[in-house]
């Protein structure tokens, strides 16, 4: 971390106003809590005197900036923390995530290219290298990593897609290396190996990817790397795929071949979801409707964020495919950031019509401004939706039935550890296992991370690692490798999409005790939307139910960046 003051760059030497400045850094132009500051200036052992020799940091950081023209009310103390004033032209940080956020809006490809390599060139070695925080180093710097590595993936893309495969491999090569979990980065890597003729090294390349993932996390690779050794071994031409696929091969679909459009790709063969586990009567009433005679049939699923939406689509599309003659094509409709795929992207990629039923899955639906649209040209096919959203216009217009997906039952999150981890393993911890379970609120999600962690340290033990995840679950049930495997990342990106007033009703509601009763000063309005949102549990009859994980991320939240509103009249 540096100053920069003309020609001349002062770079900071590791001490508490540094540590403090990073947290503050860290949420430009947002209230920092002063517990937040405490933590990351002090890590576990603040002193009796923290919040006065807090205030001292924040005095010797205002006459460092004095020294260097920066004003002293660039850092505002406010009721509750500090917040510190940042923008573009001050702040690297905002700075890129600016040009991140603006790049997909431009005109064309070549423009959006060089906005990302303008941002990422704003990255200069370790982020956070000369900070002493061990909580900034532990929470901060592997969500700072996430962010680079999403832009890094999209330049790829936008490289290959410009047919620039010779320019790319440098930076493939380094990536797939440093990040091998990250499989979408091995996937661009063989691709260009693959179109610059280089057809065994790219073979070569999925194969040392794929002895990794079997033999660190016991699971194959992912469809999109599968597909493409296919097309190798198939002699396939792969041509750039046009800018507009570019959203379906950074979920996971392989380039296009030559020719082709840009559409949502069929899966003859859909493999099973790896250890799935539970779901039992879901699975069989939507293979029940998917595939009744009489005609097309609409299934939604909806839940909160990590509950297993996506994976129990994939795996009952895995169970009824021979039902499917025409294939079973599967569409994300969110970006790997969250954001929503434009409806008219979207229709782009949907299948053209053609002989035998067809199953398409449509994952991550935002809305029904989303879906709607494209139902009229899935007619005649079967469609399965996920969304965080119960899509109530979706079905109420075209029919259907909405599965609302709960954590799993003990047993079922008990059998989900045994597959991932093995029978054996867990059977010898049996208590833990339910433990270590609980800890993680019996959702997929956050039972999946701790069973990564469990089989890439083998000598850890299952009480060991549960103890450990609940010193702190929001921020632990995190895998650094891969955004989508971060409870703090999921959440808050869902979080973060509400608008304010929900965002700070939801974060009421998990101050709370966990006894009490959620709904208490909060309007039915403020709560349905809730609801909707997948972030809480309908009432009437009932109570309003908040599952113990988002109660514990919404404290966390608290916690670490803001600061609760009060109640809002009924």
């Given amino acids: 971390m540096s100053i920069a003051h003309g020609s001349e760059t002062v770079v900071l030497k590791p001490s508490k106003p540094t540590s403090l400045l990073a947290a503050l ?165 063989v691709e260009a190996l693959y179109r610059t003729g280089r057809q065994a090294e790219a073979l070569a390349e999925y194969r040392t990817v794929r002895d990794r993932l079997r033999d660190e996390l016991g699971i194959d690779p992912g469809p999109g790397l599968r597909r493409l050794e296919l097309a190798i071994l198939r002699a396939e031409e792969l041509a750039p795929a046009p800018p507009s696929a570019r959203t379906a091969a950074a979920a996971g679909a392989p380039a296009l071949p030559a020719g082709a459009t840009a559409t949502a790709r069929p899966v003859r063969a859909v493999p099973p979801v790896p250890a799935f586990a539970g779901r039992d009567a879901d699975r069989r009433a939507m293979a029940a409707r998917l595939t009744a005679a009489g005609g097309p049939r609409l299934v939604v699923v909806s839940g909160a964020p990590g509950i297993g939406k996506s994976a129990l689509a994939r795996q009952t599309a895995h169970e009824v495919q021979e039902a499917f003659p025409g294939g079973v094509f599967t569409l994300q409709l969110a970006r790997p950031n969250g954001t929503p795929v434009a409806v008219e992207e979207a229709a782009r990629l949907l299948p053209e019509p053609a002989p035998g039923r067809r199953l398409i899955v449509l994952d991550g639906a935002a809305g029904a401004w989303q879906v709607l649209p494209l139902l009229p040209a899935a007619e005649g096919a079967a469609v399965l939706v996920t969304s965080r959203r119960q899509l109530a216009a979706v079905v109420a217009t075209h029919g259907g039935a909405v599965h609302r997906l709960d954590v799993l039952r003990p047993a079922e999150a008990y059998g989900l ?74 959440l808050g990106q869902a979080l973060d999409a509400l608008a304010p007033e929900l965002r700070e009703a939801f974060l009421r509601l998990g101050a709370r005790e966990a006894a009490a009763d959620p709904s208490a000063g909060e309007s039915e309005s403020v709560l349905e939307q809730l609801v909707e949102a997948g972030l809480l549990e309908d009432g009437p009859p009932g109570p309003y139910r908040l599952h113990d994980l988002l109660r514990s991320y919404a404290r966390w939240r608290l916690r670490t960046h803001e600061t609760a509103a009060p109640a809002a009249p009924r």
Wanted: charged content about 20%; aromatic content about 6%.
């Fill in 417 to 490: 550890l045994a597959g991932l981890v093995g029978t054996e393993r867990i059977a010898a911890e049996p208590a833990a296992a339910r433990e270590l379970a609980a800890v993680c609120g019996h959702f997929p999600l956050a039972l999946r991370i701790a069973a990564g962690r469990l089989l890439t340290r083998p000598g850890l033990s299952v009480a060991d690692c549960a103890a450990w995840l609940a010193e702190d679950p929001p921020v632990r049930l995190a895998l650094a490798e891969d955004a989508g495997l971060s409870v703090p990342e999921v």
């Fill in 25 to 189: 850094l860290l949420h430009p132009n947002t209230v920092v809590s002063t517990t937040y500051l405490l933590r990351a200036v002090w890590d576990e052992e603040p002193p009796a005197t923290a919040r006065a020799a807090l205030q001292t940091c924040v005095l010797r950081l205002r006459r460092l900036f004095a020294k260097y023209g920066i004003s002293a009310t660039t850092i505002e103390a406010v009721p509750g923390g500090y917040r510190m004033h940042s923008d573009n032209e001050s702040l690297d940080l905002v700075q890129f995530r600016a040009l991140a956020a603006g790049a997909g809006a431009v005109a064309g490809p070549g423009e959006e290219l060089y906005r990302l390599r303008e941002a990422l060139s704003l990255w200069q070695g370790q982020p956070l290298a000369n900070v002493a925080s061990r909580m900034l180093q532990h929470d901060a710097v592997p969500a700072l990593e996430q962010e680079r590595l999403r832009v890094l993936e999209r330049v790829c893309d936008l490289e290959l897609a410009a047919g620039n495969c010779h320019q790319v491999l440098v930076d493939l090569y380094e990536s797939a290396r440093r990040h091998p979990v990250r499989e979408r980065f091995t996937e661009q890597l």
